[in-house]
C-alpha cells in the first residue's frame, strides 16, 4: 500500500520568505501526484497536478517537481504572503482512481 | 464550471436518525469519491464510484451507505451512526482519463449526538 508522508508537519514563516514543502511516497508506479491546499473546516483546493510523465509545474508563485525515482515531491512557494497560511497536502494516485494522502503541512505566515 | 456541492453544509443527528448527504458535479467527471476527515488529519478514503459503479469500498462499516443514482449525483446515507463518526464528509470528483485531477466540495460537518 502506498504510503505518503510530509516534512515538516508545521512550519511558520515570516512573510515575503520563499519555503519548500516536501513530500515523500513509497510505491514510485504513481500515475499523478496532485498538491492541495485546506483552510481550516474548508475543502481542499487543487493547487497543481504533475502527471507521472512530467518532472515539474507552475502556477503563478507556486511550483511542484516530481521525482518518481527517489519517491519526492517539492512545492515551493514564492514570496509567501499571510493568505498562504493554510494546511498543505499532497495526494499520490496509483492506478485505480485511489488517491494516498500526505499527513499534512501547516503553514504559518506571519505580517 | 468547476465546482463540487455539497448538501447540507451542517448536519446533527442523534444515533437514531436516518439522514443523506449529497453531492454534485456538472463538469462530466466519471469518478466520484467520498472522503471522511478528522481534526488535523488527512482525509480518509471511503468509496470512489467509476462510470456509476462502486470500485472501492475502504471497509467502511454498512451505518454508511453510498449510491450514485447518475453521472452527476452522489449520495451517502446514514443511518444508526455512533458519535465516532462526527467528522467532515468530503465529495470530490476526477475526469478517470487524461488528466485525472480531483477537485473537491466544501465539505459537510457532521456531529452525531
Known amino acids: 500500500k502506498q504510503e505518503v508522508t510530509q516534512i515538516p508537519a508545521a512550519l511558520s514563516v515570516p512573510e515575503g520568505e520563499n519555503l519548500v514543502l516536501n513530500c515523500s511516497f513509497t510505491?514510485?508506479?504513481?500515475?499523478?501526484l496532485q498538491w492541495f491546499r485546506q483552510d481550516p473546516g474548508k475543502g481542499l483546493t487543487s493547487l497543481l497536478l504533475?502527471?507521472?510523465?512530467?518532472r515539474e509545474q507552475t502556477s503563478g508563485r507556486l511550483n511542484a517537481s516530481l521525482d518518481k525515482s527517489s519517491g519526492r515531491s517539492t512545492l515551493y512557494i514564492a514570496a509567501s504572503q499571510p493568505g498562504d497560511s493554510a494546511t498543505y497536502l499532497c495526494?499520490?494516485?496509483?492506478?485505480?482512481?485511489?488517491?494516498?494522502f500526505g499527513t499534512g503541512t501547516s503553514l504559518t505566515v506571519i505580517p | 464550471d468547476t465546482e463540487v456541492t455539497q448538501t447540507p453544509k451542517h448536519l446533527v443527528m442523534g444515533m437514531t436518525n436516518k439522514k443523506s448527504l449529497k453531492c454534485e458535479q456538472h463538469m462530466g467527471h466519471r469518478a466520484m469519491y467520498w472522503y471522511k476527515q478528522k481534526a488535523k488529519k488527512p482525509p480518509e478514503l471511503m468509496f470512489v464510484y467509476s462510470y456509476e459503479k462502486l470500485s472501492i469500498n475502504e471497509s467502511v462499516p454498512s451505518r454508511f451507505s453510498p449510491e450514485c443514482p447518475n453521472s452527476s449525483l452522489l449520495n451517502l446515507h446514514l443511518h444508526a451512526l455512533q458519535p465516532e463518526d462526527s467528522a467532515l464528509y468530503l465529495c470530490?470528483?476526477?475526469?478517470?482519463?487524461?488528466?485525472?485531477?480531483?477537485?473537491f466540495g466544501p465539505g459537510t460537518r457532521l456531529t452525531v449526538l
Open positions: 470530490a470528483s476526477s475526469p478517470v482519463r487524461g488528466l485525472n485531477e480531483q477537485f
Open positions: 495526494a499520490a494516485q496509483n492506478t485505480g482512481n485511489q488517491f494516498y
Open positions: 504533475i502527471q507521472s510523465s512530467q
Open positions: 510505491d514510485s508506479a504513481i500515475y499523478n
